[in-house]
């Protein structure tokens, strides 16, 4: 295993960088939109509602390879070229931002009614009594399964490699061809993912302990 | 008593038979073909039945059709005068040298590289198709060739192939991207995703035939043709299929052979 670091160290490097950019900008687009949509699903306007349950309904549905194909492969024949790592991007973060959405109406509705109810009572608008009121107490009912949707969009980005997404998978795959060192290489590869996800699930331990707290 | 006496004789009825296996198992393979085909006009290849252009079992006719076989049906024609005499065995990569071994198969033209490792075992006549590494491009395309390669063009190969070991150093500037299969390669050629498929020219000439407005750009930049196996100590036979390989050249039946199967590409100088 050392001999194939010392090789092909620099190739699993720039696969981990690649692979740790994509999963923030997956991360970061994912949230907004996963928190936007799953707010559209309960709210009053019965258009906004039926396009967020469609949009989740279908991007939960499909398998992310297939929407990751899909930008890879019909989106620059009609639309705009775009290449693996950009078509990986664009898939995970509408795939995950799903996943996302369900979890932050999950939480929304496990804030009691009458917190709505009571902020809109005391003249708070919706969106007022959305903001100051459920969703300071909804967070801390989504931490613990968003923290589980973030680590899942960094595995999920192991997809890359089918689109040649230049990802810590894509190069594992090409080492372990070329080196017939299949346990080795694929072993190193999930270190390197754990050196992303490890911390990334403490830090999510770490938020929740301090929500806790402040109650 | 009686029974058993009236079946006894049966069994002399075996005892040709057994002589018969006894003789013919050396005696097939180790026969002279070119002093057989004097009494006997019939050669036998060993073709394959499953690989698009060059072997491929057509269900409609119920036959095996492909470039190996019509060369196999000019050589016979060659050799004995009359194209029916060919006949055709079925092979698959693993069991062509066997079969040619045991005497079943007079020689195999089935999409054989001829390499050292190979000779080892069987005997080469010369090149019949000039096969290697190309590069797949759409039909409007700029490249004609691997050294029309720049840095800002990509070659799309398939994961842990040679063929993209090759190209990464025949070609060390270009970007080369690989996919799981020639499928997904070809698909993402066709999606704009690289400006060539990289592969051996016999699956790139296959893609080719179904897929209209593309086309091979150059000759190959790999040497790997293809050649005829015949066993060893069948000299005479190698000869004459060499000749005739070479009468079929000479009188444009290969050309016309190689346009029926490759309509747009350019006859290869096979002894270049």
Redesign the interface.
């Known amino acids: 295993m050392i001999e194939l670091l010392s090789t092909y160290g620099g190739m699993l490097l720039r696969g981990f960088v690649n692979t740790l950019i994509a999963s923030v900008i997956a991360l970061f687009f994912s949230m907004i939109i996963g928190t936007l949509v799953g707010i559209l699903q309960v709210s009053k306007n019965k258009f906004a509602k039926g396009l967020a349950n469609a949009y989740v309904q279908l991007f939960l549905n499909i398998p992310l390879l297939v929407i990751v194909l899909f930008f890879?492969?019909?989106f620059?024949?009609y639309v705009a070229?775009i290449?693996?790592y950009t078509a990986g991007i664009i898939g995970l973060t509408i795939y995950t931002s799903a996943f996302i959405a369900e979890t932050v109406r999950a939480g929304i509705q496990g804030v009691p009614a009458g917190q709505m109810e009571a902020g809109l009572s005391t003249g708070f608008t919706y969106w007022e009594t959305m903001r100051y009121i459920i969703l300071p107490q909804a967070i801390k009912i989504v931490i613990p399964p968003l923290g589980n949707q973030f680590i899942n969009l960094v595995k999920n980005s192991s997809v890359f490699a089918?689109?040649?997404g230049l990802d810590l998978m894509?190069y594992g795959?090409?080492i372990?061809?070329?080196t017939f060192n299949t346990f080795g290489t694929y072993t190193m590869v999930a270190l390197f993912y754990l050196v992303i996800t490890l911390p990334l699930t403490h830090f999510m331990q770490y938020a929740e302990r301090r929500l806790a707290a402040k109650d | 008593m009686k029974k058993s006496k009236k079946y006894s004789w049966m069994l002399f009825l075996l005892l040709p038979l057994l002589l018969l296996t006894a003789c013919s198992g050396g005696a097939i393979a180790d026969q002279d073909i070119a002093e057989r085909i004097q009494e006997n006009p019939t050669i036998t290849w060993g073709v394959k039945a499953d690989t698009n252009l060059f072997g491929l079992y057509n269900i409609e006719e119920g036959e095996i059709q492909g470039f190996d076989i019509d060369i196999a049906k000019a050589l016979t024609k060659v050799i004995t005068g009359q194209e029916g005499n060919a006949e055709f065995v079925e092979v698959t990569s693993k069991t062509r040298v066997p079969l040619l071994k045991n005497g079943n198969i007079d020689a195999i033209i089935a999409t054989m590289t001829i390499s050292p490792e190979r000779l080892k075992q069987v005997n080469f006549s010369d090149i019949y198709f000039a096969a290697g590494q190309s590069l797949l491009v759409p039909e409007s395309s700029t490249l004609n060739g691997i050294e029309d390669l720049t840095k800002d063009h990509t070659v799309l190969a398939v994961k842990g192939s040679t063929s993209a070991q090759n190209i990464r150093a025949a070609a060390p500037d270009t970007n080369i991207l690989e996919l799981e299969n020639y499928a997904e390669a070809f698909t993402a050629l066709q999606a704009g995703q690289g400006d060539a498929v990289t592969t051996d020219n016999a699956i790139l000439l296959g893609i080719i035939a179904d897929n209209p407005g593309y086309r091979l750009a150059g000759q190959p930049f790999t040497d790997e043709p293809y050649g005829i196996a015949i066993d060893y100590g069948q000299e005479n036979f190698l000869n004459q299929v060499n000749e005739a390989l070479d009468t079929l050249v000479q009188n444009g039946t290969y050309e016309q052979i190689f346009h029926k199967w490759f309509p747009d590409e350019e006859v290869p100088d096979l002894k270049a």
Request: charged share 10%.
């Open positions: 890879y492969v019909v620059p024949m070229n290449n693996g089918m689109v040649a894509y795959d090409l372990a061809s070329e």
